[in-house]
């Protein structure tokens, strides 16, 4: 298998950062509900065979086909926004489904200044069924509808069989046969390259939170993020020398 490089840098401020400066008057309490990698440390774990299954600690994939891999390409919210909130999900992950519905309603309430771009890391040594739901979710976003299919497996975490897949599809005007099995395999590339991207910055476990490019460490709750984020779109504006009033999010306006 070549080695993978993920190219953070997808738009002028999508690139992703490690930085543990605390910055002053965020809640910065660390987010103890996360989905963590077993012993085998994130990155290294995937395995190019037949069939997307796994196999101890590893995760099987076959390439037969190039498919998008930029890591921006699932994005939600106004292409322009000034803050970009990266996040690195998967979709068996409790807390991912709770932080899911979060940050749709922080896009949504922000005025346009918000965008969500989400990543795949599945942790598989624990959820079985998270890979096989990336890999439809992947096929879902070739078809235009990446988002419908994120927003219906997080809203049916105990229904990620292959069957039910199915009829997510379905739902969706997706042919079946597409998001199991044999044909969904080239997507574990955008997968793979997604997971490699996220073991190069450390994370560990799920959701995983970047806003502006520094890594979050508060509290998944709507309060402390939209704090976090009126501080990055605050000190973005100072840097750009732009009218703060267009890069203010709603809840900072006075």
Known sequence: MGKVRENTDVRENT???ENS????NV??????????????????NFEVRENAVGRGNAVVLERSRRV?????????????????IVEYGDFECPYCARAAAILHELVDSSDGQVRQVF?????FDIHPYA???ALAAEVAGAHGRFWEMHDLLFANQDKLADKYLMAFARSLGI????VVGDPAQPYGDAVEADYAGGAELR???????????VRYRGRLELGPLRTAVARAGSGRSADDGDDSRRRRVPWARR
Do not use: M
């Open 15 to 17: 690139d992703v950062r």
């Open 21 to 24: 400066e605390v910055r002053e």
């Open 27 to 44: 809640d910065v309490r660390e987010n103890s509900e996360v989905c963590k990698v077993g012993k085998n440390k994130a990155g290294g």
């Open 68 to 84: 998008s891999t930029d890591p921006g390409r699932h994005s939600r919210g106004e292409p322009g926004a000034p803050v970009v």
């Open 119 to 123: 990543r795949h890391f599945p942790v």
């Open 131 to 133: 890979l096989t739901a």
């Open 175 to 178: 042919g079946t046969d597409l």
């Open 203 to 213: 994370v560990q476990g799920t959701p995983t939170i970047f806003i502006d490019g």
